[in-house]
């Protein structure tokens, strides 16, 4: 079920860009952000995971990112490759992802 | 939640249609490129024929692998089975690909796998006529380390054997290369080595060329850490090896030779053999690449992800190896659906360790930008200059972190 809907989600996540005609403001660069926080369960890591948390929080966390707040190691300069609507997009759909098994 | 469903809905009546459809895709390759995107391909479209070509039944990773050399981690630790992708239902081929003809991929066996798209991810290759006297027998005594595996254990024991006192000379090649900070961490962290348990050695990198990728951290943290240690020779000051020879290990530059008690030869790299002979690499040794779906510019069937690939800005990098091969595996659903792939954003973070609790890096994010993968002007770039040791300290932390997180992406 977990898997069905991580699949489902992501499939919403890539034909919600295609239905808006490839719109950059697709949460598409979304996919990188799994290399360092972590999707799979049971992974050790500092890092925080992304998935299934509130947007608000995300969105907030990548803005002050941007500003040099909250003390960043590298995501003060990963942040600022994002406008404002993609993070919000972005956001979202991390709001909406559940961990692999 | 329920614009989501209502997506989900909206996209399920043509994939439905399209069912008989969904294609064959094969992969060749089974490193962070080629094993993210077999098992990327089957999370977002399970009813695709995914195979994986790859003839090692063990993958032993090069990030961490200068750890090994520096003797903080094991070989083992670096070492991950097609197991995981094998369980995501990609069948896995444990055979050489040698050639491709029309949409078959021809196998070292003579055993032949249709594609409707083909993806090639195979890394690097040495690059064996680039460096006079660097042969894979002179490998053997002046180890490259670098493709993982049998060489880094190889390189690992030469240093244990040497004597305290020794003279450890390494070379590194012009760019491109598989891993541009990649010499720079690995010098760091044998001088760790030397420093605790050899105090008397010595170690030179002769290096072709003036500029490398983290410069000045790597600099300041050598003056700190190992001064009298270790001493960077650019291309400037003679830097550049021109020949080697393993007879009587001398690394030779137009100014002097240098005899070394070990040597490693970072040497010239190219794609992986496959990518010539499928026709898709060009006179650089390297695969270009169209920015979007990763098709190569030579033969538009094939999309070429990882090391191999000229990615523009993109570092040769697993993180981007990794990041690619996300992307493409979308490209690919995309294109094998009749559409057209998104614009994607992809993002590079390379840490380094130059001690086992100080940690840097440099990070990128990128899109397409006049066929190319560009940096977003503004974004990226290296951890500050003047960072207190703690900061340090976080970013080694969370590089052990990055490499225990990207491999179970990778690999299951």
């Not at chain 2, 409707?116 to 195979?122: I, K």
């Not at chain 2, 180890?143 to 390189?155: D, E, F, I, M």
Request: proline share 7%; aromatic share 6%; glycine share 10%.
């Amino acid at each position: 079920m977990r898997r069905g809907r991580w699949i489902g989600l992501l499939l919403m996540g890539l034909s919600g860009g295609a239905a808006h005609a490839a719109s950059p403001d697709g949460p598409f660069g979304a996919m990188s952000c799994s290399g360092c926080h972590a999707t799979a369960r049971g992974v050790d890591t500092a890092i925080p995971r992304l998935n299934g948390r509130p947007a608000a929080e995300i969105a907030a966390a990548m803005r002050d990112f941007q500003k040099g707040e909250r003390a960043p190691t590298v995501m003060g300069r990963i942040a600022k490759g994002y406008t404002d609507p993609e993070i919000d997009a972005l956001a979202a759909w991390f709001a909406a992802q559940r961990d692999a098994p | 939640m329920q614009v989501g469903a209502a997506m989900v809905g909206a996209l399920a009546a043509p994939r439905i249609a399209s069912a008989q459809a969904v294609g064959r895709v094969v992969i060749v390759g089974g490193g962070f490129a080629g094993a993210t995107c077999a098992r990327t391909l089957k999370a977002l479209e399970p009813k695709l024929a995914v195979s994986l070509i790859e003839p090692d039944p063990v993958f032993t990773a090069c990030p961490f692998s200068n750890a090994v050399l520096g003797g903080l981690r094991e070989i083992a630790q670096q070492q991950f089975t097609q197991d995981g992708v094998e369980r995501a239902g990609v069948t896995v081929a444990r055979r050489r690909a040698v050639g491709v003809d029309g949409k078959t991929v021809v196998l070292d066996s003579g055993a032949r796998f249709q594609f409707d798209r083909l993806v090639l991810a195979p890394g690097i290759d040495i690059n064996w006529s680039g460096l006079p006297g660097y042969t894979e027998a002179a490998a053997e005594k002046m180890p490259h380390a670098w493709k993982a595996g049998g060489q880094t254990v190889l390189l690992r024991r030469q240093l244990e054997a040497m004597d305290d006192g020794g003279l450890v000379v390494m070379s590194a090649p012009a760019n491109p290369f598989r891993c541009p900070p990649g010499p720079y961490e690995r010098v760091s962290l044998i001088a760790h080595y030397l420093k605790t348990k050899k105090p008397k050695s010595k170690l030179v990198l002769l290096d072709a060329k003036d500029a490398f990728s983290k410069q000045r951290l790597f600099q300041d943290a050598w003056a700190k850490l190992y001064p009298g240690l270790l001493e960077w020779v650019p291309l400037s000051k003679g830097g550049k090896v021109v020949s080697v020879d393993p007879a009587d290990m001398t690394l030779a530059t137009d100014f002097a030779k240098h005899k070394a008690a070990v040597a490693n030869v970072i040497p010239p790299q190219r794609a992986g053999r496959i990518a010539e002979a499928a026709g898709v690499a060009d006179r650089s040794g390297w695969c270009p690449v169209e920015p979007v779906s990763f098709e190569s510019r030579l033969r538009p069937d094939i999309h070429v992800i990882g090391d191999a690939a000229i990615m523009g800005a993109m570092p040769k990098s697993a993180f981007s190896a990794n990041a690619q091969a996300k992307v493409c595996a979308v490209a690919i659903v995309a294109r094998l659906a009749g559409r057209e792939p998104v614009e994607p954003r992809l993002i590079n973070t390379c840490y380094s360790l130059v001690a086992p609790d100080y940690g840097i890096t440099i990070a990128g994010v990128y899109k397409p930008t006049n066929g190319q993968l560009a940096d977003i002007p503004g974004a990226g770039g290296v951890s500050p200059l003047d960072a207190p040791q703690e900061f340090r300290a976080r970013e080694a932390l969370y590089a052990e972190g990055w490499f225990r997180t990207i491999t179970a992406e990778t690999f299951g």
